[in-house]
């Protein structure tokens, strides 16, 4: 028999195996799949998180190496050769800066009138060139160390930072600034610090939004306006760190950013492929999906067992009785089987036995009556037929000729 789409005609071992299997494996696909949206929840949470944590690693990074810097720029301005050549108006003929020249990550060593005249550099193509109108030489030349911004060259495509000093022995006034000019590589290569994924991209960012460093050349001097990453922009404007967990990066496609924003005003950016960013999440997702389709197989087996040996002593009574319908002898073998259980279907199969039992005794009983009645039946019909016939015109008028015949016969002897 076909398969029927309408359960009022399924078999009670699959109506009780649909029943097992639904109440199993609905119930479970919905926690799973609740589990599987809350894990994925906390893992793409946790990865928002790495992410940011590897923005603050570069800002850090970036910080670290710069506040290096502002080190050597300080001991650079309280070396007494320093101090004598700047309060001598530099007339001695060899400026004391060599060893800081010499340094692998220098491109200039400034030393600086209280005017802003360039009295010594290196390359001394530096020499007499005037700083007065910069912010950092105005902060260092008030008794502060300054950091100045990272900026980029559109002509060289290079990026530099300079870093400025007061020139004064300790607790006298200043007598000039001593400025250090370091190269944008060596600033990258601490943004560089922060842990990339396959694809990531670091890069810094400045006050005004311009992308001063990025391995991607493509990337330097643009704006985030102009990438059109306004909204990257406003969020750094609003918190000195922070994640978006979805921006669109031309000729990267969509990304996954964090920032974090140094003291000295600039923004680290790591950008990250959403897909390798999507990867631990899909791989959980994978994994609770593997997970729920073996526990449903094997619920699926257990119902189906489940469902079998409920169904078989039910099948096994209905084939007692359908042979008890068919005036047939039931299997008392298998029924006795069955009756050997003390639940339910043990009870119920000794009283089907019983009444089976009762049923064939009174069948038998009934047969013998049916038997002995169809004999009275049959006596009770033989006798009416003789009556009938002795009792007919046809018969008297028989019963004369004999008569008659006899009487002449008597005559005759």
Same mark, same amino acid.
């Given at each position: 028999?076909?398969?029927?789409?309408?359960?009022?005609?399924?078999?009670?071992?699959?109506?009780?195996?649909?029943?097992?299997?639904? +109440?199993?494996?609905?119930?479970?696909?919905? /926690?799973?799949? !609740?589990?599987?949206?809350?894990?994925?929840?906390?893992?793409?949470?946790?990865?928002?998180?790495?992410?940011? #944590?590897?923005?603050?690693?570069?800002?850090?990074?970036?910080?670290?190496?710069?506040?290096?810097?502002?080190?050597?720029?300080?001991?650079?301005?309280?070396?007494? $050769?320093?101090?004598?050549?700047?309060?001598?108006? #530099?007339?001695?003929?060899?400026?004391?800066?060599?060893?800081?020249?010499?340094?692998?990550?220098? %491109?200039?060593?400034?030393?600086?009138?209280?005017?802003?005249?360039?009295?010594?550099?290196?390359?001394? =193509? /530096?020499?007499?060139?005037?700083?007065?109108?910069?912010?950092?030489?105005?902060?260092? !030349?008030?008794?502060?160390?300054?950091?100045?911004?990272?900026?980029?060259?559109?002509?060289?495509?290079?990026?530099?930072?300079?870093?400025?000093?007061?020139?004064?022995?300790?607790?006298?006034?200043?007598?000039?600034?001593?400025?250090?000019?370091? =190269?944008?590589?060596?600033?990258?290569?601490?943004? *560089?610090?922060?842990?990339?994924?396959?694809?990531?991209?670091?890069?810094?960012?400045? +006050?005004?939004?311009? /992308?001063?460093?990025?391995?991607? *050349?493509?990337?330097?001097?643009?704006?985030?306006?102009?990438?059109?990453?306004? +909204?990257?922009?406003?969020?750094? !404007?609003?918190?000195?760190?922070?994640?978006?967990?979805?921006?669109?990066?031309? #000729?990267?496609?969509?990304?996954?950013?964090?920032?974090?924003?140094?003291? #000295?005003?600039?923004?680290? /950016?790591?950008?990250?492929?959403?897909?390798?960013?999507?990867?631990?999440? *899909?791989?959980?997702?994978?994994?609770?999906?593997?997970?729920?389709?073996?526990?449903?197989?094997?619920?699926?087996?257990?119902?189906?067992?489940?469902?079998?040996?409920?169904?078989?002593?039910?099948?096994?009574?209905?084939?007692?009785?359908?042979?008890?319908?068919? *005036?047939? $002898?039931?299997?008392?073998?298998?029924?006795? =089987?069955?009756?050997?259980?003390?639940?339910?279907?043990?009870?119920?199969?000794?009283?089907?036995?019983?009444? +089976?039992?009762?049923?064939?005794?009174?069948?038998?009983?009934?047969?013998?009556?049916?038997?002995?009645?169809?004999?009275?039946?049959?006596?009770?019909?033989?006798?009416?037929?003789?009556?009938?016939?002795?009792? =007919?015109?046809?018969?008297? $008028?028989?019963?004369?000729?004999?008569?008659?015949?006899?009487?002449?016969?008597? %005559?005759?002897?």
């Amino acid at each position: 028999m076909g398969f029927s789409a309408d359960p009022r005609s399924w078999g009670l071992g699959t109506k009780i195996g649909a029943t097992l299997v639904a +109440a199993a494996i609905v119930p479970m696909a919905l /926690i799973s799949l !609740a589990a599987s949206r809350s894990g994925q929840g906390a893992v793409e949470k946790s990865e928002l998180s790495a992410a940011e #944590g590897r923005a603050v690693v570069g800002a850090s990074s970036v910080q670290q190496y710069l506040l290096g810097v502002v080190g050597r720029a300080d001991q650079l301005g309280t070396t007494t $050769e320093v101090v004598n050549y700047l309060r001598s108006g #530099g007339r001695t003929d060899t400026p004391p800066i060599g060893a800081t020249a010499a340094q692998f990550d220098v %491109e200039a060593v400034l030393l600086l009138n209280l005017d802003g005249r360039t009295l010594a550099a290196s390359p001394t =193509s /530096i020499r007499g060139k005037q700083f007065g109108d910069t912010d950092w030489f105005a902060t260092s !030349a008030g008794g502060q160390t300054k950091v100045g911004p990272v900026l980029y060259d559109p002509a060289s495509r290079r990026s530099s930072v300079t870093v400025s000093a007061p020139v004064r022995e300790p607790g006298a006034a200043v007598v000039g600034v001593a400025a250090l000019q370091v =190269s944008g590589h060596d600033v990258l290569f601490a943004l *560089n610090q922060a842990p990339l994924g396959p694809g990531g991209q670091a890069v810094l960012v400045n +006050a005004s939004g311009e /992308i001063v460093l990025a391995r991607d *050349n493509r990337l330097l001097g643009q704006t985030l306006a102009a990438l059109g990453l306004d +909204a990257l922009s406003t969020r750094i !404007a609003e918190s000195l760190s922070g994640t978006l967990p979805r921006v669109n990066l031309p #000729g990267r496609g969509t990304q996954v950013v964090a920032w974090s924003t140094t003291t #000295g005003g600039n923004t680290a /950016i790591v950008f990250q492929p959403r897909d390798v960013f999507l990867g631990p999440i *899909n791989r959980l997702a994978k994994t609770a999906l593997i997970a729920l389709a073996v526990v449903a197989l094997v619920a699926l087996a257990l119902a189906l067992l489940v469902a079998r040996r409920l169904s078989r002593p039910v099948s096994a009574l209905t084939a007692a009785a359908t042979a008890i319908e068919a *005036n047939t $002898e039931p299997d008392t073998e298998q029924l006795a =089987s069955l009756g050997r259980t003390k639940d339910d279907i043990g009870r119920l199969a000794r009283v089907f036995s019983s009444m +089976a039992a009762q049923v064939a005794v009174r069948e038998r009983a009934l047969r013998d009556q049916v038997a002995a009645l169809r004999v009275e039946i049959n006596e009770d019909r033989r006798k009416q037929t003789v009556s009938d016939l002795t009792d =007919s015109e046809f018969f008297r $008028e028989l019963e004369v000729r004999a008569a008659q015949i006899r009487r002449a016969m008597k %005559e005759d002897l």
